[in-house]
């Protein structure tokens, strides 16, 4: 509890430093609480500063993303899922492609066509490019390597 409280005054003085001003316009009841004009954020939100920390508008405006529901999108839907849930959408959107490239090459072009017989060694090593990935992916949420689209970590 010492720790706890040690914490919360270091806070309060930190934004006093900014004169920050709290209201219920600016600090929602739902991912906040105004305490002696100081907006303190309630456990998984937090101020996202998109241009200038001084001109804040409101303040607890960004719910956290879950590393955990990432892993489990991730795990589950391994296309790119966990990827899109984060806000990593250049990520999604590469993986999406390349799993849609390797579960239709099988299906389109059955056998060798005439102009590309490496086409099979081609999608063979795609596929382990996709399993590395997954790996990566993995291993990347779960130890924090990756953080959110807006650059803020998962918790």
Known sequence: ????????IAIILIKKIKNENCTIKNCPIS???CIES???CAPGYTTYYSYEPKNVTQYCNYAYKYKDWAIW??????FGVGHFYAGRYIHAFFKFCLFWY??????IFKKKIRGYPDLNKVSKILLWVFGILYAVDYFGFTFDFY?????????
């Open 38 to 40: 100081i907006c303190l």
């Open 102 to 107: 390797l579960s239709s090459i099988k299906v």
């Open 73 to 78: 999108f991730e795990l589950c839907l391994p």
């Open 147 to 155: 953080l959110d689209g807006k650059k803020l970590r998962l918790i």
């Open 1 to 8: 509890m010492l720790k706890f409280s040690f914490f919360l």
């Open 31 to 33: 991912s906040g609480e």
